[in-house]
């Protein structure tokens, strides 16, 4: 009797431990493909995966990149995984012209071609991918969102980089380009999927267009810390945030990269 008594206390005090069901994600703005001002501009394959993997480190899940260049596709998968120990799925989305020109990155510092100037998806483990359209000025490139869904976590991830806002890119009050791409991204659902959008959005907190959006998901960064010299452009949704990490020590690109927790 008393040995029993003994394993019930024991049992009492040593509870098992649960691992709460979550995914990490980070996006950057790597600014890798054609502005000069960047350390990345005209780096080689190799050394872009290297940056991009120094920075995502071992946990991470999923990888948002903008202006990361498509010939660095297999070095980046490559990275990652003798990096983690684990699979890993690169899919990018090359940026092209209204008349199929591509946005090219230019070349590394040895003279080679690095591809297109692209939008970029990195997953760890199964995953599918998808790319869809969006609105886009027709005087500058082609938008588009791409997705990876992961069937084993149930999670669907979604990430563009928007078009500027500048002058030279929406010529009229309001962004509306920017407007319709916002609704198209965050349409990209599915029932019974933990969503996940972001990305370089080019939008200011404040701005109209993410009113709702704010609505529907919580964002990484209450705090709204800057991720673009004095400027927040970059930005992660999700249901609900387990915690975010903002590396602003960062200095080989113009953005600093955004880590999110969000539970499953």
């Not at 991009?52 to 946990?59: D, H, M, N, S, V």
């Not at 699979?87 to 990155?105: E, I, K």
Request: proline fraction near 8%; charge should be positive.
């Amino acid at each position: 009797m008393i040995g029993h008594a003994v394993l019930a206390a024991g049992l009492a005090v040593s509870p098992i431990a649960v691992s709460r069901p979550e995914i990490s994600v980070m996006t950057w703005n790597v600014c890798a493909g054609t502005n000069s001002a960047c350390s990345l501009y005209r780096a080689t394959a190799p050394e872009l995966a290297r940056a991009i993997g120094a920075q995502a480190g071992r946990g991470t899940d999923v990888l948002f990149l903008q202006e990361f260049c498509t010939g660095a596709d297999a070095a980046l998968e490559g990275w990652l995984e003798r990096g983690t120990g684990r699979d890993w799925t690169v899919r990018s989305w090359g940026l092209t012209y209204r008349d199929g020109r591509p946005h090219s990155c230019h070349p590394d510092l040895l003279g080679r071609p690095r591809g297109t100037q692209s939008i970029t998806v990195a997953a760890a483990g199964p995953a599918t991918f998808e790319v869809h359209p969006m609105a886009y000025p027709p005087w500058s490139v082609r938008r588009a969102a791409v997705c990876a869904e992961l069937p084993g976590k149930r999670v669907r991830a979604c990430t563009s980089h928007l078009s500027v806002g500048l002058p030279y890119d929406d010529r009229q009050p309001g962004a509306p380009y920017r407007s319709k791409q916002v609704r198209r991204l965050f349409a990209l659902t599915k029932p019974g999927y933990t969503h996940v959008f972001g990305g370089d959005l080019n939008l200011r907190p404040g701005a109209r267009a993410l009113a709702p959006v704010y609505g529907r998901f919580q964002e990484c960064d209450p705090r709204r810390r800057p991720t673009m010299r004095a400027k927040k452009l970059d930005y992660l949704f999700t249901g609900r945030v387990l915690s975010c990490r903002l590396d602003a020590r960062t200095r080989v690109s113009d953005h600093q990269p955004l880590h999110m927790r969000a539970a499953l």
